[in-house]
């Protein structure tokens, strides 16, 4: 089956600093999406990224399908972004989704 | 608009007990989900639906059933539970058409001692 990969798997920033956080998938896939998993374990969807760039205010994603990565760019980094930051590809037209292993993300004061 | 609820919030089985864990939507959502989280890891699928009356295995589908009898309800149903299924459970859905994203419910946290 298909791979995904996540890197780094842990992140420390000082606040304010940016960081990209890289996914990596072993196949074509149908979409990709960026989520946060926050310290009460509640999952955030940040993006629906099957190509191109979008930004949302700080965070910004690229995914390049053709070179199967994603990026997900945090920029001035708050503590509000702590958290496990998750990418997840769809495989087929159902939306069959696989997840990465996640970046955790440490952001201190 | 209430999203996508799950109940319970927390449950602890003894092994060998049953258990239902209810996910309902409120979004007219054609695709339904369930994932595992075990601790320190991504999230596994466990079943997944495209509509009411169709369900599909996902990576990790063994001890576990689903239905889909509405569009609305997806509950996912441990029949005999060992202590591997002491995880969070997370339900999530998604629109038919257009890129749009998977909706997370809050998570069901099952112990099974």
């Known amino acids: 089956g298909i791979q995904v990969e996540q890197s780094p798997p842990d992140l420390i920033l000082q606040e304010g600093a940016n960081s990209t956080l890289r996914c990596n998938f072993s196949d074509s896939v149908n979409n990709l999406q960026w989520f946060h998993q926050n310290p009460w374990g509640q999952l955030i969807n940040l993006f629906y990224i099957p190509s191109g760039t979008k930004q949302n205010g700080r965070l910004s994603a690229t995914t390049v399908a053709t070179e199967r990565y994603s990026l997900l760019y945090i920029s001035s980094s708050q503590t509000t972004d702590s958290g496990v930051y998750f990418c997840a590809v769809g495989i087929t037209s159902y939306d069959k989704v696989i997840f990465g292993p996640g970046t955790s993300l440490s952001v201190i004061p | 608009n209430a999203g996508v609820t799950q109940t319970p919030k927390f449950r602890i089985l003894k092994i060998g007990q049953s258990m239902t864990l209810q996910c309902t939507q409120d979004m007219n959502h054609n695709y339904m989900y369930w994932y595992r989280q075990d601790p320190g890891m991504g999230l596994k699928l466990i079943y997944y639906?495209?509509?009411?009356?169709?369900?599909d295995k996902g990576e990790v589908p063994n001890g576990y059933n689903v239905s889909r009898s509405t569009t609305e309800d997806f509950p996912l149903r441990l029949e005999l539970a060992a202590p591997s299924q002491t995880s969070v459970y997370f339900c999530a859905s998604r629109p038919l058409t257009g890129n749009q994203p998977q909706h997370f419910g809050d998570g069901t946290r099952l112990s099974i001692l």
């Open positions: 639906s495209v509509g009411a009356g169709i369900t």
